[in-house]
């Protein structure tokens, strides 16, 4: 018979980075709120969207290990210019 899809079972490891990569995503969505301006805000997310889109069928864990650390990375980026720019 067929064998089932890759995406059919996750393993534990793929599970959790998976919600891992899912609350990396909210986080960057409710920093995003903060930016000021509606043009800057409405492309940072169409942004944001378009990297995690691209990236959703990686399965190298050592590449989606990579890309949350970069994410958080750029999250911290974010909100540091934020925080400049609210005082």
Not at 28 to 55: G, H, M, Q, S, T
């Amino acid at each position: 018979g067929r064998r089932p899809g890759p995406h059919s079972l996750l393993s534990p490891c793929q599970f959790l980075r998976r919600q891992q990569v899912l609350q990396l995503y909210r986080k960057i969505l409710r920093a995003l709120r903060d930016v000021p301006a509606e043009a800057d805000r409405r492309y940072l997310k169409d942004w944001a969207r378009e990297e995690f889109r691209r990236n959703k069928d990686a399965t190298e864990e050592d590449a989606i290990r990579m890309m949350i650390t970069q994410g958080n990375m750029q999250l911290q980026e974010l909100q540091r210019t934020l925080k400049l720019a609210k005082s």
